[in-house]
Protein backbone atom coordinates (compact mmCIF):
# COMPACT_ATOMS: atom_id res chain seq x y z
CA UNK A 1 0.00 0.00 0.00
CA UNK A 2 2.73 2.19 0.38
CA UNK A 3 4.29 3.99 -2.49
CA UNK A 4 6.64 6.16 -3.63
CA UNK A 5 6.94 8.23 -6.45
CA UNK A 6 10.05 9.83 -7.81
CA UNK A 7 10.23 12.74 -10.00
CA UNK A 8 12.64 15.68 -11.79
CA UNK A 9 14.41 13.44 -13.89
CA UNK A 10 15.47 15.20 -17.17
CA UNK A 11 18.53 15.36 -19.84
CA UNK A 12 20.88 17.86 -19.04
CA UNK A 13 24.54 18.93 -19.70
CA UNK A 14 27.30 18.84 -18.00
CA UNK A 15 27.73 20.88 -15.36
CA UNK A 16 24.06 21.67 -15.11
CA UNK A 17 22.10 20.82 -11.90
CA UNK A 18 18.89 18.64 -11.40
CA UNK A 19 16.61 18.68 -8.21
CA UNK A 20 15.07 15.48 -7.65
CA UNK A 21 11.82 14.81 -5.31
CA UNK A 22 10.50 11.63 -3.99
CA UNK A 23 6.58 11.41 -2.70
CA UNK A 24 5.67 9.38 0.15
CA UNK A 25 2.21 8.04 0.44
CA UNK A 26 0.10 5.47 2.27
CA UNK A 27 0.81 4.09 5.99
CA UNK A 28 4.28 4.34 5.85
CA UNK A 29 5.60 4.32 9.36
CA UNK A 30 8.24 5.23 11.83
CA UNK A 31 10.36 5.86 8.92
CA UNK A 32 14.32 5.05 9.99
CA UNK A 33 15.76 5.96 7.07
CA UNK A 34 15.69 6.91 3.23
CA UNK A 35 18.17 6.95 0.52
CA UNK A 36 18.67 7.69 -3.22
CA UNK A 37 20.37 5.08 -5.59
CA UNK A 38 21.01 4.71 -9.28
CA UNK A 39 21.52 1.98 -11.71
CA UNK A 40 22.72 2.54 -15.10
CA UNK A 41 21.86 -0.14 -17.66
CA UNK A 42 24.15 -3.27 -17.40
CA UNK A 43 25.49 -2.12 -13.78
CA UNK A 44 24.17 -2.89 -9.95
CA UNK A 45 22.22 -0.62 -8.31
CA UNK A 46 24.78 1.83 -5.77
CA UNK A 47 23.92 4.13 -3.25
CA UNK A 48 23.95 8.21 -3.78
CA UNK A 49 22.74 9.63 -0.59
CA UNK A 50 21.19 8.28 2.67
CA UNK A 51 19.30 10.19 5.60
CA UNK A 52 18.76 8.83 9.31
CA UNK A 53 15.17 10.32 9.67
CA UNK A 54 15.09 10.54 13.69
CA UNK A 55 18.94 12.18 13.77
CA UNK A 56 19.11 13.91 10.36
CA UNK A 57 22.29 12.61 9.78
CA UNK A 58 23.25 12.29 5.95
CA UNK A 59 25.46 10.01 4.20
CA UNK A 60 27.13 10.07 0.72
CA UNK A 61 28.47 8.03 -1.71
CA UNK A 62 32.19 8.77 -2.26
CA UNK A 63 31.33 9.60 -6.20
CA UNK A 64 28.61 12.47 -4.76
CA UNK A 65 32.22 14.61 -3.80
CA UNK A 66 30.11 17.04 -2.33
CA UNK A 67 28.10 17.94 -5.55
CA UNK A 68 24.55 16.34 -4.24
CA UNK A 69 22.21 17.33 -1.60
CA UNK A 70 19.84 14.96 0.30
CA UNK A 71 16.98 16.62 2.20
CA UNK A 72 13.88 15.45 3.79
CA UNK A 73 10.52 17.47 3.92
CA UNK A 74 8.56 15.47 6.97
CA UNK A 75 5.42 17.56 6.74
CA UNK A 76 5.16 16.72 3.04
CA UNK A 77 6.78 13.19 3.05
CA UNK A 78 8.74 14.11 0.61
CA UNK A 79 12.32 13.17 0.14
CA UNK A 80 14.85 15.32 -2.01
CA UNK A 81 17.68 15.34 -3.86
CA UNK A 82 19.80 18.47 -5.15
CA UNK A 83 22.07 17.81 -7.40
CA UNK A 84 24.89 20.32 -9.18
CA UNK A 85 27.73 19.80 -11.17
CA UNK A 86 26.41 17.01 -12.57
CA UNK A 87 28.50 14.21 -15.15
CA UNK A 88 28.25 12.19 -17.57
CA UNK A 89 29.29 9.67 -15.37
CA UNK A 90 25.80 10.50 -13.24
CA UNK A 91 23.46 8.90 -16.40
CA UNK A 92 21.14 6.40 -14.40
CA UNK A 93 17.67 5.83 -13.62
CA UNK A 94 17.54 7.54 -9.66
CA UNK A 95 15.03 5.57 -7.19
CA UNK A 96 14.26 6.64 -3.68
CA UNK A 97 13.79 3.92 -0.81
CA UNK A 98 12.58 3.88 2.41
CA UNK A 99 12.92 1.31 5.45
CA UNK A 100 10.95 1.24 9.05
CA UNK A 101 13.57 -0.92 10.62
CA UNK A 102 16.15 0.50 12.55
CA UNK A 103 19.94 0.22 12.77
CA UNK A 104 20.47 -0.42 9.21
CA UNK A 105 23.28 0.11 7.05
CA UNK A 106 22.41 2.46 4.54
CA UNK A 107 24.35 1.68 2.16
CA UNK A 108 22.67 -1.34 1.48
CA UNK A 109 19.94 -2.24 -1.08
CA UNK A 110 18.68 -5.60 0.67
CA UNK A 111 18.09 -2.94 4.03
CA UNK A 112 15.10 -1.17 2.18
CA UNK A 113 11.75 -2.36 1.59
CA UNK A 114 9.58 0.18 -0.09
CA UNK A 115 11.01 1.25 -3.65
CA UNK A 116 9.60 3.79 -6.19
CA UNK A 117 10.04 3.02 -9.83
CA UNK A 118 12.57 5.74 -10.29
CA UNK A 119 13.37 8.50 -12.37
CA UNK A 120 15.69 8.94 -15.60
CA UNK A 121 18.82 11.53 -15.16
CA UNK A 122 20.83 11.71 -18.17
CA UNK A 123 23.94 14.00 -18.49
CA UNK A 124 25.73 14.85 -21.39
CA UNK A 125 28.34 16.76 -22.80
Known amino acids: QVQLVESGGDSVQTGGSLGLSCAVS????????MAWFRQAPGKEREAVAG????????RYANFVEGRFTISRDSAMRTLFLQMDSLKPEDTAMYYCAATSTSGIFWSRVGEYNYWGQGTQVTVSS
Open 26 to 33: GKLYNTYA
Open 51 to 58: IYIGTGIK
